[in-house]
């Protein structure tokens, strides 16, 4: 893990709040001039710690409606199967995340749809089809509580 001084911290924080901001609002929020702000920004993204700048879509307003996880057991845990049930997932564009976990299940998918409808052809007919899938089980989210935001930076 790479150490951040406050600086680096301040700068990380406030492009998680809004990464359109321009370099001299950001510059003016961590307390730098332009230039050295500019060069602080540029030296976190090539050391990989900026992955990139993403706009944060509303899935109501595009019409996803469902939001459910799904927590699958494989039949078969070689390295093979994972790599094609990996590779077929991720193409799968209702899939928002896919986590491998240690536990009873293999895997937790997130997945939206605009309705039950919709969630259950997507479990019916791609979910169960994946290579290596023996046992789903699925939930569905009634209310997001915290959603996906940004990243506690420590030092």
Known sequence: MKSFDATDRAILQAL???????????????????????????????????????????????????????????????????????????????????HNLSGQYDYLIEAIATDLDAFSTLVRNKIRCLPGVREISTSFSLKEVKGAGGLPVVG
């Open 16 to 98: 998680q709040r809004d990464a359109r901001q321009t370099t001299a609002e950001l510059a003016e929020q961590v307390s730098l001039s332009q230039s050295p702000c500019w060069r602080r920004v540029r030296q976190l993204e090539d050391a990989g710690v900026i992955e990139g700048y993403h706009a944060r879509l509303s899935r109501r307003h595009l019409g996803y409606g469902v939001t459910g996880f799904i927590q699958l057991q494989m039949q078969d845990h070689t390295a093979e199967v994972a790599a094609a049930f990996e590779r077929e997932v991720v193409a799968l564009p209702q899939v928002v995340a896919c």
